[in-house]
């Protein structure tokens, strides 16, 4: 893939991502299906997924801003049900997989069996969290997929690993793959733990926000390879050491956090919006070295791998979530509000990703003794349509179904208010403070200066409330909503002027982006994010 290459990846992917935006469609499912059908259109290159480049270069900045974004104490309060799913179901599906496409497959060995099952079995960490927030599922649902997500992969690489082991004439036994298993997730949280805390005194060190945003883009890439270097899990020391930096994004200084915030937010748009893009485009390569199979025979071996890795996932989903809360009170005391339609909406998100194209693409082509892999092209055939299959049937069903059971979304209202009770008892923090401060004598201000501060109080102590409050018949905006639209248009006003102004040459550039850079801070300010 030579440069003009990437740079139309890279612009296309966005481009479809953009549209996407605008549309009830999420992000994922359209790239996929741009990309199956421009991968036939004469003159594409062809897009080969490495994994050399997959698994150490974009799954690590993936997992990260994933999991900084994750809440460490929403994770922790529901480690039963993630660990469940990310390990337990992971493990589950290998096996129940692998031993159904034996089945399924004349003449596919147990072996590779098995590691057909390692590789579809990790439900994708970027699509189950777009897909989530784009439908806005109830806040507990959509914590314990995300922490799913961020675990699972270490999972079924471990997995992968033992099952190829044994595929390509290595000697593995139980125990052997136990101790594999227990080196790569306890190694790789134990990495994560001795990295995690140097890691985060160095970022408050540096003071200055370059610097520290430097160190945020190398810390996911430094974590991966220091736990793949010894052979422990690199997805599981970048997972640990991000949970931690996010836990405490606070103390960091304000010019960090919103720098790195813009940063990290483009580096997973575009990473986010090829690696979707490059999955629909390997159908040709995956076609083609089909060889002895044929494509309806392996359209028939497809639709049954589909069929039992939507199964297996329901199979393990429903006694994971109602078995543990029978046998145990206190679990049923703390989740007295899960019903029987939560479980068929988890089950029916574990939409599979790159990480399964990615580990499937790293099995060999031969084994030890030379000759071809079994059924190596026809693994690659079953892990693309299962990938497309889920993120196509259940990304575009999983809407409706939500809809069908009318599973309650997020209380917006309800998260507002505690926003606002929130803010109220900060300002009141923020208040106090101020009085102290003012008492100590060399700490007076002009009356009109002190004003300004309590008024900046009382605006950031309101504005919440507000958006609570009445809607404007005519132009259906809250109060707070017009109070922002009125201050976007004054700062527009002053924007035009200084830039007439630089025009008549009254002030230069210089002076032109100092002041622009003000009102855009100030806009900032006046804008609630909107929300994604």
């Known amino acids: 893939m030579d440069v003009l290459q ?11 991502a953009g549209f996407a935006r605008r549309t009830p469609v999420p992000a994922p499912l359209l790239l996929v299906g741009v990309a199956l059908g421009v991968a036939y259109v004469p003159g594409v290159p062809a897009y080969t997924l490495n994994p050399h480049i997959v698994l150490p270069l974009i799954l690590p900045p993936l997992l990260y801003t994933a999991a900084v974004d994750s809440s460490y104490l929403a994770l922790r309060a529901n480690i039963r049900p993630i660990a469940l799913l990310s390990v337990g179901y992971v493990l589950f599906a290998t096996l129940a997989v692998g031993y159904l496409a034996h089945l399924l497959v004349p003449g596919l060995p147990p072996a590779e069996a098995l590691v057909l099952g ?23 649902m959509t914590t314990i997929l995300q922490g799913e997500s961020l675990v699972n992969d270490a999972t079924a690489i471990t997995a992968f ?23 790569a997730s306890l190694g790789g949280v134990g990495i994560g733990l001795v990295l995690m805390v140097p890691l985060y005194w160095l970022r408050k060190y540096l003071k200055e926000a370059l610097l520290q945003n430097t160190l945020s883009l190398l810390i996911p890439f430094v974590a991966y390879g220091v736990a793949d270097e010894v052979g422990a899990s690199g997805v599981l020391a970048v997972v640990v050491v991000a949970l931690y930096l996010g836990h405490r994004a606070s103390q960091v200084d304000f010019a ?16 986010e919006s090829a690696v979707f893009a490059l999955i629909g485009l390997q159908v040709p390569f995956v076609l083609r070295g089909l060889g002895q199979y044929g494509v309806g025979e392996s359209l028939l071996y497809a639709l049954g791998t589909f069929v039992a890795v939507v199964l297996v996932r329901y199979v393990w989903v429903y006694p994971a979530t109602f078995v543990p809360r029978a046998l ?26 790159v990480v399964s194209l990615a580990i499937a693409f790293s ?13 190596r092209n026809l693994i690659l055939f079953l892990t693309f349509t299962t990938v497309i299959g889920t993120l196509v049937v259940q990304g575009l069903t999983l809407p409706p179904l939500i809809r069908l059971l009318n ?13 606002a009770q929130a803010q109220n008892a900060a300002s009141d923090g923020a208040e106090r403070r101020l009085d102290e401060l003012l008492a100590v004598e060399h700490n007076a201000l002009p009356p009109p200066l002190e004003e300004r501060l309590r008024a900046a109080l009382a605006r950031r102590r309101n504005a919440v409330w507000e958006r609570l409050g009445t809607v404007n018949e005519t132009t259906g905006e809250s109060a707070d909503e017009t109070y922002r639209r009125l201050s976007g248009e004054m700062i527009e006003a002053e924007r035009s002027v200084f830039v007439q102004l630089r025009d008549r040459r ?18 900032a300010a006046a804008y609630r994010e909107a929300e994604d």
């Open 118 to 140: 390692a590789v579809v079995a990790p439900p994708d960490a970027v699509a189950a969290t777009a897909i989530a927030r784009k439908l806005g599922l109830p806040s507990r």
């Open 6 to 16: 990437l740079v139309a990846l890279v612009a296309a992917s966005a481009a479809v």
């Open 506 to 523: 009254r002030i230069d550039d210089e002076m032109l982006r100092t002041l622009l850079r003000r009102l855009d801070l100030e806009e």
């Open 328 to 353: 145990f009170p206190k679990i049923r005391e703390r989740e007295r509000e899960t019903s029987w339609k939560a479980p068929v909406i988890v089950g029916w998100a574990g939409m599979r990703g």
């Open 161 to 183: 690993r033992v099952a190829l082991a044994a595929a390509v004439g290595e000697s593995v036994g139980w125990l052997g793959g136990v101790g594999e298993f227990a080196l």
């Open 407 to 419: 599973v309650p979304g997020r209380d917006r209202r309800r998260e507002t208010l505690a926003e």
């Open 256 to 271: 960090t956090r919103l720098q790195e915030y813009a940063v990290w937010k483009m580096v997973a748009f575009i990473l």
């Open 363 to 375: 099995i060999p082509a031969e084994l030890h003794d030379g000759t071809p892999f079994p059924a």
